[in-house]
């Protein structure tokens, strides 16, 4: 099972889920037949890391600061998600003090169209 950002191999997240983005619109006749037009969708994949240390941190970082997409994937038994180029973006993070300092965070990767 791993999960691969770029050129890194990420470490395995606490928690790990994905939502759908919709560009749509809807629209509700006189008579009341919704009809929904889709543009685009695409998906956004959230990666919640608790106490990694700071090399693996530093690898994550290498990526986000490279300020390009990346290509995301996972090869977890029963979550196979193929190459897909992402936008790399941070939910806050949090320190744990100690001789490491080690990071939790939310790492959320936005699918690119």
């Known amino acids: 099972m791993s999960y691969l950002l770029g050129a890194s191999t990420l470490p395995n997240p606490k928690e790990f889920f994905r939502e759908f983005i919709e560009a749509s619109s809807e ?3 006189l008579e009341g037949r ?22 693996q941190v530093s690898s994550i970082l290498s990526e986000y600061n490279a300020k390009t997409t990346k290509n995301f994937e996972s090869t977890e038994t029963n979550n196979v998600i193929a190459a897909t180029p992402v936008h790399i973006s941070f939910q806050p993070r ?4 100690g ?6 965070f939310t790492l959320v990767l936005t699918e690119e169209i």
């Not at 009809?35 to 990694?52: G, P, S, V, Y």
């Not at 949090?94 to 003090?97: G, P, R």
């Not at 001789?99 to 939790?104: D, E, K, M, Q």
């Open 34 to 55: 919704t009809t929904k037009d889709i543009f685009n969708r695409k998906e956004r994949f959230f990666l919640k890391f608790q106490h990694i240390t700071p090399a």
């Open 94 to 97: 949090d320190f744990m003090k």
């Open 99 to 104: 001789v490491t300092y080690r990071s939790s």
């Open 27 to 29: 629209n509700v006749s």
